[in-house]
């Protein structure tokens, strides 16, 4: 019994170390069921929409996107800026494709919305601690033969503080419980990735509306004087 105990409290702490000496993967946006796919959104629907059919583009340098946290565990947003972005620009233009390659867009296509992460997007905070999140979205919104139109860089940012049970069982069983705490922070990371598309949907039919849909303003005729 005794030597059972020992070899169990071995491993145990075995796990511990070898969790702290890679970097943990986690995942952003969770799968959502093909079922609920034309139901849930987070976006606000606008029912003013672009009368425009609009092509998402992102590289695959922001694809694949990773931010970082103190070399401990590194966040996929790359990953959910792809699908949450075809989603929230549904809620702004007349139908959303998305273009895989930049030299094959289809002729219907009339903008092409291009999107990545600022270079200043960063995740500060403690494995099992408080997380504070930076992230910005640079975007810019081309023409079919990719002259830009508009451009802006949006903003989310939010922040958590793992406690109690939680952080607990995170230290004693990282296997069980630092996969609940990853779950959180990429709910966390995702809600700011939602919030940034929905201040670019107010931008691209606020200040950006006129130069995106290229409405040009008429000179004004010279004033006459007496």
Known sequence: MIRRSVKIVFVM?????????????????????????????????????????????IP???REYLIYANKVYALKVGEALEADAFDALKKVFRAVSVIKNKTIVKPEIERIIKLGFSPVSKIEGERFGKMTVDLQIEYEVCDNHWNSLWKGTVNGGSQEVQRGEAVAAAILFPALGAAGLDAA???LVNKCII???????????GIGKKAILNIKEKPQPPLRTP
Do not use: W, Y
């Not at 919030?195 to 949907?201: I, K, Q, R, T, V």
């Open 13 to 57: 702490f075995a796990a511990i170390i070898l969790h702290g000496c890679f970097v943990n993967m986690v995942k952003v946006k969770q799968d959502t069921p093909e079922s609920e796919l034309l139901t849930i959104s987070p976006f606000t629907d606008h029912p003013d929409k672009l009368p425009l059919v609009a092509g998402l583009f």
């Open 60 to 62: 695959k340098t922001a």
């Open 185 to 187: 922070r990429g709910e």
């Open 195 to 205: 919030s940034a598309l929905e201040d670019m949907n107010d931008q691209i039919l």
